[in-house]
């Protein structure tokens, strides 16, 4: 909403930071390390994504909309969803069947990795405790996410 204002979002924001000091006792105490670093990297994703245009304009165009399906689900397990679907969205002249191929893929894929999607951390650190030495291996991970990201890819594709 204050995208365009940036004076009266950081008015509202330290309005926010000064409640929340205030009443400290009364709200849970703040997250503002992680916060900050999702902000940063999603800064850094606008101001250089704009610069990848280039290369990747003639190769993602050039893909038939399953190719970047699965090109989107396997790149997935190694790169960030925001940043696979906010490159894509920088190509011009695709169809809107492969935009929905490449969104699609990142999400069916968004499973197959602790590091690259944000959720997926928060959800080791509540199931780490289940397993030996309190660890989740890549491998283990791996296995275990290939039965619902083959469930979700093949309701991507057939619905």
């Given at each position: 909403?204050?995208?365009?204002?940036?004076?009266?979002?950081?008015?509202?924001?330290?309005?926010?930071?000064?409640?929340?000091?205030?009443?400290?006792?009364?709200?849970?105490?703040?997250?503002?390390?992680?916060?900050?670093?999702?902000?940063?990297?999603l800064?850094?994703?606008?101001?250089l994504?704009?610069?990848?245009?280039?290369?990747?304009?003639?190769i993602?165009?050039?893909?038939?909309?399953?190719?970047?399906?699965?090109?989107?689900?396997?790149?997935?397990?190694?790169?960030?969803?925001?940043?696979?679907?906010?490159?894509?969205?920088?190509?011009?002249?695709?169809?809107?069947?492969?935009?929905?191929?490449?969104?699609?893929?990142?999400?069916?894929?968004?499973?197959?990795?602790?590091?690259?999607?944000?959720?997926?951390?928060?959800?080791?650190?509540?199931?780490?405790?289940?397993?030996?030495?309190?660890?989740?291996?890549?491998?283990?991970?791996?296995?275990?996410?290939?039965?619902?990201?083959?469930?979700?890819?093949?309701?991507?594709?057939?619905?």
């Amino acid at each position: 909403m204050l995208a365009h204002h940036p004076v009266a979002f950081l008015a509202l924001f330290l309005l926010f930071l000064g409640f929340t000091q205030a009443y400290e006792r009364h709200q849970d105490p703040l997250i503002l390390k992680e916060a900050l670093l999702v902000g940063f990297f999603l800064a850094g994703l606008v101001v250089l994504g704009g610069l990848q245009r280039w290369w990747l304009q003639p190769i993602v165009s050039s893909l038939e909309p399953v190719a970047l399906f699965f090109g989107a689900l396997g790149l997935t397990a190694l790169t960030d969803n925001a940043a696979l679907t906010y490159l894509g969205s920088l190509i011009t002249g695709i169809p809107d069947e492969s935009k929905y191929m490449l969104v699609a893929g990142a999400v069916a894929g968004g499973g197959l990795t602790v590091r690259a999607n944000a959720p997926n951390p928060a959800g080791v650190a509540l199931l780490k405790r289940g397993f030996e030495d309190e660890s989740i291996g890549a491998g283990g991970l791996l296995l275990g996410a290939l039965g619902p990201t083959a469930v979700a890819a093949a309701a991507f594709l057939l619905f």
